[in-house]
């Protein structure tokens, strides 16, 4: 993910002067929308999802206390950066502007410097937090998605499958003999391998909404929404292929002298119906069965 991509800036009053003014400021660094009503912010900001929103109080329909009070309410700008520009200039107003969420209040007639200053100082504290956000979300190792992701992901992928009826499959596999990889060939390496085993199994998955996850130790976690049995199988059984054709020498493997994968899969039943315990509960006995049957290869329930 790009940290350091331009930034939306979202320019709201009725002023046309104002509006015209502000935007020439941000236009050379940053993505500048601009809305001249409280109707027109709600719309773009919903559309657009802007990092920051320059919000003027005073507009003639709706004033920027409603929008605001509109954004925070609406879980998907809730979290967009509001500051208030306005020509209310005293404190009382100030306050009320900042305890009902909005970041900063600047008064006109503004500085051009001054607001360039602070509109900088908060979309960099945007960035930091989103950067926090996604490093919370990543394995640190792998830079696969981490448990705690590939889990907030899952349960909504159910509930999505369950009332859509469209299918959801899920994979897990385990790089066999790791323990013996480790100790034969040194924990750095064992490292390195499980990178590249991670990089191919996310390099497999072929739909935006797929998810490769490290769920724990050397063991990923293959999310495929939309996605069919049989096409899942496929997709899994190219990764597997693709893992061995990395050529990642295991003299100390009694299943091949390269590293070798196990996985075990299955379907979303939405005739059961199953829930999301249940199906990952499936996976997992199948990759046990997996190994149980020499490892290197995958074993898939088809949905019944």
Known sequence: MNFAGTQKVLVADDDVVNRQVLAELFKPEHTVLLAKNGEQTLERAARHLPDLILLDVVMPDMDGYEVLRRLRADAQTAHITV?????????????????????????????????????????????????????????????????????????????????????????????????????????????????????????GLRRPADLAARY???????????????????????????????????????????????????TLNCAAPENSAELFSVADTLLYQAKKAGRNRVEWRKPG
């Open 216 to 266: 724990g130790g050397e063991e990923i976690v293959l999310l495929l929404p939309d996605t069919e049995a049989a096409q899942a199988q496929q997709v899994v059984n190219a990764i597997c292929a693709a893992i061995v054709d990395l050529q990642i020498p295991h003299e100390a493997s009694s299943v091949a002298p390269m590293l070798t994968v196990s996985a075990g899969g299955a």
């Open 83 to 203: 500051i208030f520009i306005s020509g209310l200039g005293r404190p009382e107003d100030e306050a009320n502007g900042l305890k009902m969420g909005a970041a900063d209040y600047i008064s006109k007639p503004f500085n051009e410097t001054v607001v360039m200053a602070r509109v900088a100082m908060h979309l960099q504290m945007v960035r930091q937090r989103r950067m926090l956000e996604h490093l919370a979300h990543v394995d640190g190792l792998t830079e696969l998605a981490n448990r705690r992701r590939f889990d907030e992901v899952y349960e909504a992928e159910c509930q999505r499958s369950r009332r859509s009826g469209r299918p959801l499959s899920l994979a897990l596999l385990d790089i066999d003999a790791f323990k013996q990889y480790n100790d034969f060939y040194g924990h750095p390496a064992g490292d390195r391998a499980l990178r590249a085993v991670a990089r191919t199994a996310a390099a």
